[in-house]
């Protein structure tokens, strides 16, 4: 009994929510802040195994959301933005061996244009007969500094390649850089894609919406425990809406459930600091000065995690 509760225990600070994950390039060390190297990615397939964790589609994960299943702990969802070679060439064997499936977003321009680095449509093919392909725009742009218009021809163009190579239409767009805005947003969304994914940290419940997936990069020796404990915190960002013209963050707003009282705040290029929550309400009016032109707002309760990205234009 008490070895059952003890497990119990265990489990709930072992398990939490499902977790994206995003990689990039594997075993090239000229580009070491996009790289995992074959050794680490090798120690986290272990861990995996070794936990039961279940690396899956994201098929089965757009099922389980459409139905509002309640999402298993246990789930992995492993995501590769940009289809470099080094994915096809280093990776993909060890993929193979473990049997576990992947995302590929790719970069649809670098390999229609045959760029060096990336990926032949012939590669992508014979990687898709293991894992699935998604868009990761044509010309992976900053789509934020672009016109509605321009980023849903950016995406016709994609789309249209992806099907004269592939035979399908796409169902999982990943915007590139991660970046987006309400109008990024909105002209995406207006394709009907099963699923959006962003690269804002935090972990995936039945909560979670569809068009707006939070998924936490591994790249380079960062430790894996800590990012599978992450949570998702059910939350309502109702300011920051955008990047602020005059480039100081006036206000933050945001609600979540109404049992949380206490949080840490993070604004990218400053400190996590405690912040106080009334109700599940977050509200701040003071000028804050953003240093960078890509900036994330965090907030965490515990280990449950919600943020907000704004970029400048
Ligand atoms: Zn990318």
Redesign the pocket.
């Known amino acids: 009994m008490k070895q059952a509760l003890l497990l119990a225990l265990l489990s709930l600070t072992l398990w939490a929510d499902a977790h994206i994950f995003v990689y990039h390039r594997f075993g090239d060390e000229k580009h070491a802040s996009t790289n995992t190297s074959l050794a680490i990615l090798k120690e986290q397939f272990e861990f995996f195994k070794q936990h039961d964790y279940k690396v899956i589609s994201l098929q089965t994960l757009s099922r389980a959301l459409k139905n509002t299943e309640k999402i298993p702990d246990n789930w992995v969802v492993l995501c590769i933005?940009?289809s470099y070679k080094s994915f096809f060439d280093n990776a993909l064997p060890l993929f193979k061996e473990y049997d576990y499936p992947f995302a590929l977003f790719v970069?649809i321009e670098a390999t229609d244009r045959g760029y060096g680095d990336f990926m032949s449509w012939p590669q992508i093919r014979e990687a898709s007969r293991y894992g699935e392909i998604g868009l990761?725009s044509y010309a992976?742009k900053h789509m934020v500094s672009m016109s509605a218009d321009a980023i849903k021809e950016d995406t016709i163009k994609g789309k249209n390649s992806f099907v004269k190579e592939l035979g399908y239409a796409p169902k999982y767009y990943a915007y590139?850089?991660g970046e987006f805005d309400t109008k990024v947003k909105k002209a995406i969304s207006s394709f009907g894609f099963d699923l959006i994914l962003n690269q804002n940290v935090g972990a995936v419940s039945h909560k979670s919406p569809q068009n707006d997936l939070d998924r936490i990069a591994l790249t380079g020796d960062v430790p894996l425990k800590p990012k599978l404990r992450i949570k998702y915190l059910d939350a309502l960002w109702h300011w920051p809406k955008s990047y602020p013209v005059n480039g100081k963050l006036n206000k933050i707003h945001v609600t979540m459930p109404p049992s949380i009282s206490r949080a840490e705040l993070y604004i990218s290029g400053g400190e996590w600091e405690y912040i106080t929550v009334k109700e599940g309400e977050f509200k701040r009016e003071q000028p804050y000065p953003l240093t960078k032109r890509r900036t994330r707002v965090i907030i965490k309760s515990g280990n449950a995690y919600t943020s907000k990205i704004i970029v400048k234009e």
Do not use: G, I
Request: no cysteine.
């Open positions: 933005d940009d970069y990761h992976h590139p850089y």
